[in-house]
């Protein structure tokens, strides 16, 4: 069974630029999490969709983060403009059921804003 | 509202000994599951042990198990034999759940405990 994907694997911009991730999660998985895992903390959800729709956007900074999964498989999640506090690893996960409870995750992107 | 505390920001063994991970929580909920999970430093989180906390018998996975003290809120990770591919990062966590076990809302995660095992 293939994991979940996430691609690039590392960025680095300057600030007030923009920048994308990709997910895509593990087949039949309707239930799909992007989390924020800053350095020494532990991960943050930042929203979680079941299939194509949003569950919980609550932790979201919705002036410069937006995320889609518009046919309910693969996800990406965008910041614009990016802030130096942004510098994180952005992890995806995704599981069978919308209970909450993450069992697979993918490698993470490692964002660093200059 | 639910919190997680690791109290240990670094814990080391020798390989094949024992060694036990702290963990506290808070939560309104009157039931609720509790996590451990594992990210080595490839990055990839692994899931390595669920506790229901209506369930009085600890979880045991092969040589990970769990002390699970519900007046005390304490969750603490105990990993027997220790091997170097158990060196990682360690989260807590905690998600609440309904009287039937659904569960629901958002995992809440502790700060982690850095796990290092030397030969």
């Known amino acids: 069974e293939a994991g979940v994907a996430q691609s690039p694997r590392y960025k680095i911009i300057e600030k007030r630029q923009s920048v994308a991730f990709w997910c895509n999660p593990i087949?039949?998985?309707?239930?799909l999490y992007w989390y924020q895992q800053i350095l020494g903390q532990g991960p943050k959800l930042l929203i979680q969709?079941?299939?194509?729709?949003?569950?919980?956007d609550s932790q979201l900074p919705k002036d410069r983060f937006s995320a889609e999964r518009l046919k309910g498989v693969d996800s990406t999640l965008k910041i614009q403009p990016a802030k130096l506090e942004d510098s994180a690893v952005y992890l995806c996960?995704?599981?069978?059921?919308?209970?909450?409870?993450?069992?697979?995750f993918g490698p993470g992107t490692r964002l660093t804003v200059l | 509202a639910q919190t997680v505390t690791q109290s240990q920001p670094e814990m080391s063994v020798q390989e094949a000994e024992t060694v036990t991970l702290s963990c506290t929580y808070d939560?309104?909920?009157?039931?609720?599951?509790l996590f451990w999970y594992k990210q080595p430093p490839s990055r990839q989180m692994i899931l390595v042990i669920r506790?229901?906390?209506?369930?009085?018998q600890n979880a045991t996975e092969n040589r990970f198990s769990v002390n699970f003290q519900k007046a005390a809120k304490s969750f603490s990770l105990k990993i027997s034999d220790s091997q170097l591919g158990d060196t990682a990062m360690y989260f807590c966590?905690?998600?609440?759940?309904?009287?039937?076990?659904?569960?629901?809302?958002?995992?809440?995660f502790g700060q982690g405990t850095i796990l290092t095992v030397h030969p």
């Open positions: 996960a995704s599981s069978l059921e919308p209970s909450g409870q993450v069992k697979f």
């Open positions: 087949s039949g998985h309707a239930t």
């Open positions: 969709f079941q299939n194509n729709g949003v569950v919980d």
């Open positions: 939560t309104s909920e009157n039931n609720y599951y």
């Open positions: 506790q229901e906390a209506y369930k009085q």
């Open positions: 966590a905690s998600l609440g759940a309904d009287a039937g076990g659904t569960s629901y809302g958002k995992l809440t």
